[in-house]
């Protein structure tokens, strides 16, 4: 299930940090304790392409790509807002 | 496709010895197929070795192996930097900035997949010796700065899934632990660790040097 309604979502650049704070108080650390973010600007815009755990994320992103080719024009990336420090152990 | 892959492994390492290990960029379909053990062996990409790692959370490659995947690394506010602290040492990664679809196929033609989004490591510390170091260079502030005191050792870990292990040359009795495994202390990498990002939805069962992959089930 994604955690916004419908992706791609589009806000405004201005808001983006905004944005993100508000994922992070809407889901709570205990119940979504790993939040990945697919996006990419165009202009002043941020397109969200995923929101969710690393797979899922990426699963979204790949769709929005899918559905959309000429999303591949425009420069991605992917920032973490939240993972468990465990997951940075090896062994 | 298949819900059921089942692929050697390298004695009581699971270092993955059969079948073919893709990775394709979900932005760009730029891909990469290994062939186990050849490809292994003859170290093209400079990989060689795979290990599916019941121990990492994420999956981890070489940063050599980025560009072979139309991936770079970061530029400005977007190039944090990760630390992964093992037994063996200490790792500072980038996140890739496109996920990637893994693909695992046995001799078969069984294959599972899975999209994740991976790390690329730039940097590499081998136990006590220099991980201090790595982590005080400037090119790593402030990311490093939090994270002196979470650097083993000592640290004290628990996780909540049971991982059965047997082989013809060591017996493991089930642990509810993570699975502790014999560490080749520095080790450069030249390997690529699949972690549990990519096993999560699969079931892994390590028997008698087999590493079988039943798609849809728990970790096991």
Redesign the interface.
Known sequence: MALLESLPAEIEASEFEKFFEKIKSDFPADEFPEL?I?YQQVDDKILIL?IG???E???Q??RA?QENPEL?KYE?????LRA???????? | MSDNVIIQMDGNYPDISSGIISFSN???GKSVSLKAPQDFLSGIYGVKSITM?S????TILPENFATLLDISR?KGF?A?C???????GT?VCF???????IGIEDENGNKVE????PFFLTNYAPSITSEGKLLAKEEHQPYTEQVID?I?PP?Q?C?NYTVKVSSPLRKFPPQDR?L??E?DVGKEMDYI?IG???Q??FRLIFDAERMIIVKGGELA
């Open positions: 990945f697919h995923g755990e690393s797979g994320c990426g699963e992103a790949y790509y591949r991605s990336t992917t920032r973490i468990p420090k465990k997951r940075f152990l090896l062994r | 979900a932005k760009t790692d121990g990492a959370g994420y970061p977007k944090e990760y630390i992964f602290s093992g037994v063996g790792s996140l890739s900035p496109h996920p990637l679809l899975k999209m994740i989004t979470f083993s640290f870990y996780d993570r502790r495994l560490v660790l549990r990002d990519w999560k939805g």
